[in-house]
C-alpha cells in the first residue's frame, strides 16, 4: 500500500529541466574547481547551489504530491433500534417473536443495551 505518489504535471519540461540541471551542474563545478574556498566550506556551498538548482528544476515539471485520505464522514454509520411493541408480535406460524428473530440474526443474546421485554 503506498502513502503517496508523486504525479509530473509538466511532462513537456522534463528534457529542458534536464538541460537546465546538467548545464548548471557543469557551470557550477567549473566555477568551483580552482575557487580557493577549499575543504568542507566549499564542499557545502557547491552543495546548496546544485539544492538551489535542482529545486528550480523542480519548478519547472510541476511535481505534485498526491495521497488518499478517507472523506469526512465517510466512516460513519448509523444503528437503528427498534423498542416498539411491534417486535413483540409473533407472525402466524412463528414461534418467536420479530424481536428475538432480530436477535438471532444478529447473535446478540446479551449485547449491552438489549434486553427481553418481560
Known sequence: MALATVLISGRDWMLPAAGFVVVAGALLW??????????????????????????????LVEPLWTGQRARPGANFFAILADNSQSMQ???RGEKISRGDKVREALGSSGVAGTSRPA
Not at 35 to 55: D, E, R, Y
Open 30 to 59: 567549473w566555477s568551483y574547481r580552482r575557487s580557493p574556498v577549499t575543504g568542507p566550506v566549499g564542499i557545502i556551498c557547491f552543495g546548496l547551489k546544485l539544492l538551489g538548482v535542482l529545486a528550480l528544476a523542480a519548478c
Open 89 to 91: 408480535i409473533k407472525d
